[in-house]
């Protein structure tokens, strides 16, 4: 499919920059199903409408929270099978969101502790001098 001059659109070097990527992870996406198929200029050279891009940024959170690559390939199964999958793509949500909020309670946790080595070490650097 020919992307309409119209519509504005990115190369891959554009879109990788814009969402933080490498060109290699964006075309390892599309080849794992995480990206719908991109459109391609008239050279076949893929180019990255702002939807594209909107769906990259998304991509780029879960995997920042920790979302393993198969779950979101579920997601964008389920996304692009349309509003009958509303429900299961929340549930995959709320599920995902409970292991971040738990790895956040764990991150809290090991930061208690960093804090008390600093405040350890502090005390200790001023009792030294």
Do not use: C
Not at 1 to 24: C, F, P, Q
Not at 41 to 69: C, F, H, I, K, Q
Request: net charge positive; no cysteine.
């Amino acid at each position: 499919m020919d992307i309409s001059t119209r519509e504005m659109s990115l190369t891959v070097g554009e879109a990788a920059e814009r969402v933080g990527l490498t060109t290699y992870t964006l075309r390892w996406y599309e080849q794992e199903g995480l990206v719908a198929p991109v459109g391609r200029d008239s050279a076949g050279r893929r180019r990255y409408t702002e939807g594209d891009v909107n769906w990259l940024l998304l991509l780029t959170r879960l995997r920042r929270t920790g979302m393993p690559v198969r779950d979101m390939r579920r997601y964008a199964e389920l996304a692009r099978q349309g509003d009958r999958t509303l429900g299961a793509r929340r549930a995959l949500f709320e599920a995902h969101r409970a292991r971040v909020l738990a790895r956040m309670a764990e991150l809290e946790e090991d930061l208690k502790v960093l804090d008390y080595k600093i405040d350890a070490y502090r005390r200790a650097e001023e009792e030294s001098a």
